[in-house]
């Protein structure tokens, strides 16, 4: 998590909670791979980091995965302000 937390390190725009969040997964090869998985280490990630204040607030996750890339994996997110219709 030390990693992700360099990462994120710097200024992001301040989203009031409740969060709605898009997580793009990109893997290094074809493996397989629950992406469910991944969820918990970026939330807390998320917010060691300071990006939301507490992942209870998290009303939407749209999580996709994404072709492999060979330099290695990544995870790209999208933080928005959820707003129920």
């Given at each position: 998590m030390a990693a992700a937390?360099?990462?994120l390190a710097g200024d992001h725009p301040v989203v009031e909670p409740?969060?709605?969040l898009t997580i793009?997964?990109?893997p290094?090869?074809?493996r397989r791979f629950d992406i469910d998985n991944r969820l918990k280490g970026i939330l807390d990630a998320l917010e060691v980091a300071g990006v939301i204040s507490d992942d209870c607030y998290v009303d939407?996750?749209?999580v996709e995965r994404l072709a492999p890339i060979r330099e290695g994996s990544q995870a790209a997110f999208t933080l928005s302000t959820f707003r129920s219709d």
């Open positions: 937390q360099v990462a409740p969060y709605d793009e997964l990109t290094p090869n074809r939407r996750i749209q």
